[in-house]
């Protein structure tokens, strides 16, 4: 988590340098007009501003909650009834945005995760990759396909943006032999 700290100073230094100017710009300004405490109180809220947005976009996975992977879920027709824990939330990345959600559901969520769609028997190695059977990367049919393998039931969907904008692919698997589901979306 440091190293990430780190990497997005170094990143955004520029960014956090205008906006320090800005601030301090503001400060100076209303100070020589004689405003001392209009100053600092403009200052003091600007600054703290600026500082929550700043640990918020820094520990952005430290607050995802439940209700978030319960409205994530429900975009793709899942949906939990029986109470659930996440395991891990991990999100990141400026080219290619990755989001990795793990979560310890229910039997019987598991159940009418596995219960509400058809599998399609798999036999390769490792899953498909949707983004290769595209026609049109970035304006064609949104692809979506059910199947399973050896060790879990995967549901994927590939969903072109537009012209000039990033594929969604979002892939859900379910293990066969616990009680994971993990949620993956990657924008590449």
């Known amino acids: 988590m440091i190293d990430a700290f780190f990497f997005y100073l170094i990143i ?3 960014i956090i340098a205008l906006l320090g100017l800005i601030i301090f710009g503001i400060y100076w300004l209303l100070n020589k007009k004689g405003y001392r405490i209009a100053a600092l109180i403009a200052s003091s809220v600007l600054m703290l501003v600026a500082l929550s947005g700043a640990i918020f976009f820094v520990f952005e996975d430290s ?4 209700s978030d992977a319960v409205e994530l879920l429900s975009r793709h027709n899942i949906v939990l009834k029986d109470d659930f824990e996440i395991l891990s939330n991990t999100t990141g990345g400026f080219n290619d945005y990755g989001h990795s959600l793990k979560l310890s559901i229910s039997n019987n969520d598991k159940r009418s995760f596995i219960n509400q769609k058809t599998w399609t028997r798999y036999t390769g190695t490792i899953p498909m990759n949707l983004p290769e ?3 049109d990367r970035y304006e064609g049919d949104t692809l979506k396909v059910n ?4 060790d879990r039931y995967i549901y994927t969907v590939y969903q072109p943006n537009g012209k000039g904008v990033t594929p969604t692919l979002v892939t859900i698997s379910v293990s066969k032999h616990d009680n994971v589901l993990i949620y993956e979306e990657v924008l590449d």
Request: charged share 20%; glycine share 0%.
């Open 12 to 14: 955004f230094a520029p």
């Open 133 to 135: 059977l595209a026609e």
């Open 147 to 150: 199947y399973m393998m050896e």
């Open 63 to 66: 607050f995802f909650s439940k």
